[in-house]
Structures are given as C-alpha cells and as structure tokens.
C-alpha cells in the first residue's frame, strides 16, 4: 500500500493554523503553518505506530521548491540563495527525509544526487513491482541507498528546470518559451541555462554555496573540465522541449457554477452602478 499525502502547507496565502489561530502578522503565521505542518506528520506517525506497521513503512518528507523569495530565514546566519522559482540552490535543492526504523538505517546524512523522477523505480524495486515495458524512464532507483546497502545513488547529474506559466496554442499547452531555463548539477559544480541550450554560468558549490562567483571564464582545468562535462550532457539532449501531457475537457458542472458565482457580483455591482448614475441625472 502507498499513500501520497500532498499538504498545502507551508504555501501562501499565508494563514492561522487550527492550533494557533490568533496569530497575525505573516511571518508569524509562517511558523504556526510550518509547526503545524509537525503536528500533520506526526498524526500520520502516531497511526503508523497504532497500526504497528511503523517498523516496515518508509515515510518520506519532501518538497517541490523553495519558499517565496520575501519568506526567506538564514541558516547558520547566513541566508541562502534564491527562493521558488530561482535556479539558485535555495530554489531548487529541497530537504528530503525518509525514516523507517525496521529497514532504513538511522542518523545517516548524504550527498547522494536524487531526483524526483527516481521516485517511480525506487518504489517500484521496494515493492517488488515490475516497471512498465516499452517506456523509457528518465528516473533511477536509489533504494539500495535507502536501505543501507550503497553508499552512494547511481546518478552522476541531475536536472532542475521550469517553464512557468504553460500556454495554449493550436496543438495544445507548451512552455513559456521552447528551451526553458534549467541548471545542471553534480556534487561540486553547477551551470546555469537560460532559455537556450548554452551555459551562462558555472559556480563551485563546494566553496561557493550561494552563487556568487561566476566561473565561466575560468581558465582553471578543473573549471574548464566541469563545463566539458555539463556540454557533453546538454548537447545530448533535445534543442526544444517538449510539451507538457494536454488532455482536453469539457467544463465541469462545478466550473460553470462557480463562475456564475463570479459573475453574478460583478452583474450586481455595473447594475447598481448604473442606478446610481440614473439618480445624480
């Protein structure tokens, strides 16, 4: 059995919780949204111990991005790069917690590359699941690495990139622009794409965490092997992307609904405008 449970927390618009409901200013409802987002897992926790089926039930904890740019905390008083929405570290390199005391060894941290995409074949190899034949998988399982037996994932690369606001056009729903921007990361070096297959950054993560230091000029071998590298893996790659799954739908009874809802206060509000300027006349 598999559960994905998708919170709205910590998202905007920022709210009081059910346990701290006085709460006024955002940053302050920030946090009662962030402890109450605790108090979430741990009722799923408490079931799972309930249940006694904890010991050989993996929880994950992840999330997609970063938070909005202005909600931004420090860490080791410094505050990090970037924020949703950004190619910097801070936007896209998120926490990612797997706990399972009967199977998953406890207290260890690691460097290891993952993606989401990994998700599907880890599942699938945890589980005993046989993957679907004839479609190619961008993900890798990693479950060796969850489970104590490896020390590292299989992943050399991994891939971060968004193309905002999708669009319609005659063939359906594409990207903002054909090459969205991306970034390209392994443990020590990361580059930066924007909007066309071409490097405009490089940064050392190792010694320069935040980004601030351009390396792409750099004559240093090792810079200029890390832009070999990431060259090698994007000229391998496709010059325009591709578009996002389209199905399209008729309107739901509820869609209707709610928009005579919005269009019935507005009808209200021209009708009553329109009164008050028969009365000035």
């Not at 920022?14 to 409802?29: A, G, H, I, S, Y």
């Not at 399972?100 to 060894?105: D, F, Q, Y």
């Not at 924007?194 to 935040?210: C, F, G, Q, R, V």
């Not at 009808?267 to 009553?272: G, I, T, Y």
């Amino acid at each position: 059995m598999m559960l994905y449970f998708p919170m709205a927390l910590t998202h905007g618009p920022l709210v009081p919780t059910p346990d701290e409901p006085k709460v006024t200013t955002n940053k302050d409802k920030l946090k009662a949204m962030v402890r109450y987002t605790d108090t979430l897992v741990g009722r799923l926790v408490s079931t799972l111990d309930d249940l006694k089926i904890r010991d050989r039930t993996l929880v994950i904890f992840t999330t997609d991005n970063g938070t909005s740019g202005g909600m931004r905390g420090t860490v080791n008083g410094r505050r990090p790069s970037g924020g949703k929405g950004s190619k910097f570290e801070g936007g896209v390199c998120q926490p990612f917690i797997v706990n399972c005391p009967g199977l998953v060894p406890g207290g260890r941290e690691t460097d290891a590359l993952t993606d989401f995409s990994d998700l599907l074949p880890t599942f699938a190899e945890l589980g005993g699941a046989k993957l679907p034949k004839g479609v190619t998988l961008d993900g890798r399982s990693f479950a060796p690495l969850l489970l104590g037996q490896a020390d590292n994932s299989p992943r050399d690369w991994i891939m971060a990139l968004g193309h905002g606001a999708g669009r319609l056009d005659k063939k359906g729903v594409r990207g903002t622009n054909d090459f969205a921007d991306r970034v390209l990361r392994d443990k020590r070096y990361k580059v930066w794409l924007e909007h066309e297959p071409k490097i405009t950054a490089l940064y050392d993560l190792k010694s320069d965490p935040l980004e601030q230091k351009n390396l792409l000029n750099s004559d240093k071998p090792e810079h200029l092997a890390a832009l070999k590298k990431f060259r090698a893996i994007i000229g391998s790659q496709p010059k325009i992307d591709g578009r996002p799954l389209y199905r399209p739908r008729k309107a739901n009874s509820w869609d209707k609904q709610l928009q005579a809802k919005v269009e019935k206060p507005a009808a209200n509000k021209r009708e009553r405008r329109r009164k008050r300027k028969a009365t000035q006349q």
